[in-house]
């Protein structure tokens, strides 16, 4: 079944530790998004790219990094994970951006020590 | 004042309830909007969209949308245990969506 996948499901890192998380779609969709969502909060869109093209969110913190290789995988990269990053992180994908579905993966949950 | 706007609840019926879950929005020129579910621990996924005025049905679930109050409204009926879930209501806006803060709601055998 074409799908969302992400890697891992679970992520413990260290404080200031940084960390990847993977996502992988088989959808063969232009758009691949990345949010961060905290407990009983709403999804927060961090970035998105239309096929190459990156789109960061203004009050994205540097502290996020994103890179997409191919069409079929995106990473998200923290580079020094505070406390106040622990978070279910989200990858969707949609087929365009105009109001398309979006389609989500499970999530990482990530926890930082 | 946040764009579209949900109760977080928690909310807690019985089962074979209906249930009713709102969102208000802010800008009335807001046309499509989306409800997602969002099992525990799991990603969201696409529930129901619904264009302009009007209501639209699948099932037991009705999507309403009231532009002159600004209101969206998830109606389920018959509601059961396997409907326990977050439920988020989102617009697309410029190539992402912006999400209600999400309802919990709890289905009770």
């Known amino acids: 079944d074409a799908m969302v996948i992400q890697n891992p499901r679970y992520q413990v890192t260290q404080f200031g530790k940084p960390v990847t998380l993977s996502c992988s779609q088989t959808l063969n969709h232009n758009v691949m998004y990345w949010y961060q969502q905290k407990s009983s909060q709403a999804p927060k869109l961090l970035f998105h790219y239309y096929d190459k093209d990156f789109n960061n969110e203004a009050d994205t913190p540097d502290n996020f990094q994103s890179r997409r290789p191919n069409t079929s995988f995106c990473f998200l990269d923290i580079r020094s994970p505070g406390l106040g990053d622990a978070a279910m992180y989200l990858c969707a994908t949609s087929r365009g951006a105009s109001g398309d579905t979006q389609y989500f993966g499970p999530g990482t949950r990530l926890t930082v020590l | 004042q946040k764009e579209v706007e949900q109760d977080p609840g928690p909310l807690s019926v019985p089962e074979g309830a209906i249930v009713s879950l709102n969102c208000t929005y802010s800008n009335s020129a807001f046309q499509y909007f989306m409800w997602y579910r969002q099992y525990s621990r799991k990603g969201p996924e696409l529930l129901m969209y619904?264009?302009?005025?009007g209501n639209k049905e699948d099932g037991r679930f009705t999507a309403q949308v009231d532009k002159s109050s600004k209101y969206i409204s998830l109606f389920i009926r018959d509601s059961q245990p396997s409907d326990s879930a977050t439920y988020l209501c989102a617009r697309p806006q410029g190539g992402k969506l912006i999400f209600g803060q999400g309802t919990e709601l709890s289905v009770k055998p």
């Open positions: 619904t264009y302009s005025s």
